[in-house]
Structures are given as structure tokens and as C-alpha cells.
């Protein structure tokens, strides 16, 4: 690695090993190509040098470095020295350290230290060819030759016994120098061939790391050398193949995220409902053309519209183009994690105002952070202004046909008294109440053609308060008499019956509902029974008759709008009477279901919340 630890090394002890430190491999970092280190102990207290080489991008920016381990007991396999006669050769580094020597011999670390021995080493380390005599063992003297290895900082040293030396000379002074020259010559070829044959295989090696850094695959590093050497080579074969591996896999998937990328882009440009994405502030970072159109601005103005809101409350007049985010804003509360749907808000525009159903979520990253937010637009201004339209129709209704319909049933009943007390029956009798019945028929629809818009469009307001009820039920019936035949309701309610909160004028229209279909549909010798019952947190309601009951393929219909069963003979009215019944139940936050077969009656049941539940 750049920062000199060991990432990967044959011997597994080896990994971990911080080098940067040491000068051989600052030396790499200050630009060589390759680097030979000094010898030193292991971890294991064995001698060894390293060779470094190393490895740079095509911009010469080091990437890594690969270090050889050579253990220096071995070179002379590697090297395959041969001497003449009795011919001593050793190899120093630049501390002046025995690296190698020949004939081969196990020497201490102490014993290696050369330089402490004999100073005058230091100047063939410093570049200067020498030639000394020096004393060996058991009184023998020998002759020495030093040679610096320019290349490496090291001195290779050859010697031999001096009367192996002298011997030729006191044959022929020409004799003699021709051995010295020999010796001299065989000392410099000796060092050459160590050199040649440790830089040729690192040689390799750099033109392949080279090749390497330049996005070229060559064949397998082929090189001669200490094992360790060896072993480097097939190394750094196998990283060549894991580097080209990697570049295929990383090739195939940025192929394949510029072709998603296209294509949702694609979708994103041509999708005709409005799209709009923000970063983590809120800005506008994309947008499709639906959204342009619905924003009002071109795209030649797209970088003032970077701060543009689509987004505001229905309660406030504060311009679009206002970079603040509302704390109900959409966007912002998809920026705080929140999934917004279907938030119906009001677009103000220069030439118009757009009503708009947001929905907005947040875009998180790979740890669930927020990065930004996505929202999606649909104009629905022509379904708000059939809302406008269907309210003012229902302003209408509700005030120029009640208002007669009112006159015409009090005038109705004004008759039918008088012509009792004139004593007259018969045919005018049964008009007079023909009129009456009509009219309370027709106020009845009115009201419910009413409700039903005001319920469909969320307008339909609650006054809720705490209500007994049984004593509620027994006002009603009370109330209904003459309009309802009451005389056949029977009810069961238990004296330990919770309250209930309900809107009484809404849950009065519940029990009218029910209680007239119940008693319509059911022979008039029979009873219909209301019953209620307290479970868990709710209050169930049951209206049961004993009627022609319901066809079970209608059941799951029976509460749509404008649904009239076929299954009882003659039907009436607009079928929003069990619509009606649902939606107000429903606006209590209640259920509503029917368990009903034919030639068995019908059992009618709802719920309703306690006090304190709603």
C-alpha cells in the first residue's frame, strides 16, 4: 500500500508489517522505480534483505509496492558462484553487514558486522575500489579486493590467500600482474552478475506493473530467482488477473446503471403527470415537463424556478415562488421521513389558480438518511369546480325546494283537518293524505339527495354529545308516531348500556331509515325488534324484522348509492336511503353490515363509539 503497510505477503506473519519508515522504501516514495534494503533480522531472528519495485498509475502516482523477502543463505543457488583455488568472495550492504559469502559458512549477526571490524570499509561503501591485504585465521594472510555495486550502495569483496597471490609474482613480476588483474577483474564481473541477475527479474516486474498501470494485460511474469522472487511473480499474476477481473465487473455494471439511468429518465420526461424532485434543502433539482406546465415558467427561467414551491396550504395567499417551506408544506414534511398522500392544495399562478393532489415521500440513502424528496402533482381543478357547482346545486335544492315542499305538506295537512271537521271522507279523505304522503316522500328525498353530496364531499360537519340510548330511542318512536306504526317496534336495551357520542339530528335519520324499511318490508302482523349490546369498546345496534328478507348475490350492494333491491316487489324512492344510513354511520367512525335470506327476515346492525372513545 502507499501508506508502507503489508496488505498481502505469501507468509501470513508477513501482513500488517509497517515499512514506511524505513529508507529504502522512502526512497521508492520519493520516486524510484526499484530499491534494494539493507540486511536485517526477521521476526523470527533469521538475516534477509527485500527488494522493492514499485507500482504507479499512468500518471506516475505510486498505487502500491511489491517487496521481495530474500534470504541471503540462498543466493548461492541463485548466483552459482564459482572461485579459483582457495578464492573468497562476500557481498555487504551499505551498513557494511556480511550478506553473503563464499565459500558458504553459518555466521552470528555480531560476526556479520563488518564495518566495526574494519574501518576502511567505509570507503569502499562511499565508491572506491580497493585492494588490502588482510589476516585470516590461524595467522594466514590474504589479499582483498573491494568493488562498490553502484547500483545497489553494496561492495562485493573477493580474496585469496596471499601466497596464492605472491606465488605467480615470484615466478614473473608479469605473471603476477596478470593474476592481480584477474582477481580485480573477477571481483567487478561477481558483483556485476549478483547485480544483473536480482535487477533482471525486478526489471520484469517493473515493465509489467508498468503495463499495469496503463490498463494493459500482459502474459505471466517469467523469473529466475531466490523462491521468494519466484513467489512474488506469481503474486503479482494473480492481482493482473483479479485487477482485469474487477474492471470487467465494474465495466458491466456502469454499462448497465447508464442504461437504467437513461430509461428512468426517459419515463421521467415523458411521464404526463407532474414530477418534481428536491435535494435535502428543498430545492428543485429535476423536473418533467408536466411540471413546468403546471408551475408556469419556461425553461430558459428554470433557474429562478430552482426555489419554486408547488406546494402551499390551502389556507394561506403567500406566492408560489416564496422559497419557505410551510411546516404542513408536502415536500416538508416528506424531508422529515413522512409519506404524504393525496394533500388536495391550492396553486397560485399569475393567470390562474391550479387545486392540486400532492403526494410526496422521501429519497433515503443506503443508511436510511433523508437525501432529498420526491412529489407528484395531479391537477384536479375541474373536479373542484364540480364540487363548487354540485355545492351551489345543493344551496339551491336545500332552499327553493324545501321551502315549497314545506308549504305544500302544511297546506296538505290544513286540508285533511279541515275536511275532518266538515265531517267529509272518501275520495277527498285519501287525496288530501296522497298530498301529505307525497310531500314528506319528496322533502325526505331532497334531504337525502343533500346529505349524500355534502358526505361525499367531507362537508358533512358532527355535533356530537353524550346520548342515553334508551331514552333516545323512546323520544323517537314517541316523536314518529303517525308517521311511523311504532305500536310494532319492540325494544331491548340493558339498563347498563354505556353512553354513546353521537350527532342526534344524524343517528335520528339512522334509526328512521331502518326502522321504515324494517317496518315496510315485513307483514303487519309482525314484529320488529331494536336491540343494542355493549362489547369491548363499542355499542352494536340491531335492527330485526321478520320481512321477505334479502337475496344473497344483492347483500354486498345493498348500501351503494342508488342500489333498489329487486328481491320485495314493487320498489321506491332513489335507493340513497341505506346509502345514507352507511355514510352517516360510517361518519361517526362506525360499521355497517346486513345479515339477511330470503323468507327469513333481515337483521340490520351497526356500531357506535362510547363516550370518551370517539
Not at 534483505?49 to 506516475?60: A, K, N, P
Not at 590467500?161 to 600482474?177: D, K
Amino acid at each position: 500500500m502507499p501508506s508502507g503497510q503489508v496488505v498481502y505477503s505469501s507468509l501470513a506473519r508477513d501482513i500488517g508489517i509497517d515499512v514506511a519508515s524505513q529508507p529504502h522504501y522512502l526512497s521508492i516514495v520519493q520516486g524510484r522505480d526499484w530499491a534494494v534494503g539493507d540486511l536485517q533480522l526477521d521476526s523470527t531472528g533469521h538475516p534477509t534483505f527485500t527488494i522493492l519495485r514499485s507500482v504507479r498509475d499512468s500518471q506516475g502516482i505510486l498505487q502500491g509496492t511489491v517487496i521481495a523477502v530474500v534470504d541471503p543463505d540462498k543466493l548461492g543457488t541463485v548466483l552459482g558462484v564459482r572461485r579459483a583455488g582457495d578464492a573468497a568472495i562476500y557481498l555487504l550492504d551499505r551498513q557494511g553487514r556480511l550478506v553473503y559469502r563464499y565459500p558458504e559458512a553459518n555466521t552470528t549477526w555480531e560476526a556479520r558486522d563488518w564495518l566495526s571490524m574494519d574501518p576502511t570499509l567505509s570507503r569502499s561503501l562511499a565508491g572506491e575500489e580497493s585492494i588490502h591485504p588482510l589476516l585470516a585465521g590461524h595467522g594466514l594472510r590474504r589479499m582483498a579486493a573491494r568493488a562498490p555495486v553502484y547500483s545497489l550502495g553494496w561492495v562485493v569483496q573477493a580474496s585469496r590467500s596471499e601466497e596464492e597471490v605472491l606465488a605467480p609474482i615470484l615466478e614473473g613480476l608479469g605473471r603476477h600482474a596478470l593474476l592481480f588483474l584477474l582477481t580485480t577483474l573477477s571481483a567487478s564481473l561477481v558483483a556485476l552478475f549478483i547485480a544483473w541477475k536480482l535487477v533482471s527479474s525486478l526489471r520484469q516486474l517493473h515493465y509489467q506493473a508498468l503495463e499495469l498501470s496503463q490498463g494493459k494485460r500482459g502474459g505471466p511474469v517469467s523469473v529466475v530467482g531466490p523462491a521468494e522472487i519466484v513467489d512474488l511473480a506469481s503474486a503479482f499474476d494473480t492481482m493482473s488477473e483479479a485487477i482485469t477481473a474487477r474492471e470487467r465487473q465494474l465495466t458491466s455494471a456502469a454499462d448497465e446503471q447508464r442504461k437504467l439511468a437513461a430509461r428512468l429518465d426517459a419515463i421521467f420526461r415523458a411521464s404526463s403527470a407532474t414530477l418534481l424532485v428536491y435535494d435535502a434543502r428543498g430545492s428543485v433539482v429535476m423536473q418533467n415537463d408536466a411540471a413546468q406546465e403546471m408551475l408556469g415558467y419556461t425553461e430558459e427561467s428554470r433557474c429562478g424556478a430552482m426555489e419554486q414551491r408547488i406546494v402551499k396550504p390551502l389556507r394561506t395567499e403567500t406566492p408560489v415562488s416564496e422559497p419557505l417551506l410551510p411546516e404542513r408544506d408536502p415536500v416538508a414534511r416528506a424531508l422529515r421521513g413522512e409519506v404524504v398522500q393525496g394533500e388536495v392544495l391550492r396553486l397560485h399562478r399569475p393567470d390562474r389558480e391550479v387545486w392540486v393532489s400532492v403526494y410526496a415521500a422521501p429519497i433515503l440513502d443506503d443508511q436510511g438518511e433523508v437525501m432529498g424528496a420526491v412529489a407528484t402533482a395531479a391537477d384536479i381543478t375541474p373536479v373542484q369546480q364540480l364540487s363548487e357547482m354540485r355545492e351551489d346545486f345543493l344551496r339551491c335544492v336545500s332552499h327553493d325546494l324545501r321551502t315549497p315542499l314545506t308549504v305544500i305538506q302544511g297546506q296538505a295537512q290544513l286540508l285533511l283537518r279541515a275536511v275532518g271537521k266538515e265531517g267529509i271522507d272518501g275520495r277527498f279523505v285519501q287525496s288530501a293524505e296522497a298530498i301529505v304522503s307525497a310531500a314528506r316522500r319528496m322533502a325526505i328525498t331532497v334531504k337525502d339527495l343533500v346529505d349524500a353530496g355534502r358526505m361525499e364531499s367531507q362537508q358533512l360537519v358532527l355535533n356530537r354529545q353524550p346520548v342515553d340510548l334508551a331514552l333516545f330511542l323512546a323520544r323517537l318512536l314517541n316523536d314518529s308516531r303517525g308517521g311511523l306504526d311504532v305500536d310494532r317496534v319492540d325494544v331491548e336495551i340493558p339498563g347498563t348500556l354505556p353512553p354513546v357520542s353521537v350527532d342526534v339530528d344524524r343517528l335520528e335519520r339512522v334509526f328512521t331509515n331502518l326502522l321504515s324499511n324494517a317496518l315496510k318490508y315485513s307483514p303487519k302482523e309482525t314484529r320488529v325488534l331494536v336491540k343494542a349490546v355493549f362489547s369491548g369498546e363499542e355499542v352494536t345496534v340491531s335492527v330485526v324484522d321478520q320481512g321477505s328478507g334479502i337475496a344473497y348475490e344483492e347483500l354486498p350492494h345493498i348500501f351503494d348509492r342508488f342500489y333498489r333491491t329487486g328481491s320485495v316487489g314493487k320498489m321506491e324512492g332513489l335507493g340513497l336511503g341505506l346509502y345514507i344510513t352507511r355514510m352517516m354511520v360510517e361518519a361517526h367512525k362506525g360499521r355497517i353490515w346486513v345479515e339477511s335470506k330470503l323468507g327469513e327476515g333481515s337483521i340490520f346492525s351497526f356500531t357506535l363509539t362510547r363516550v370518551g372513545d370517539s
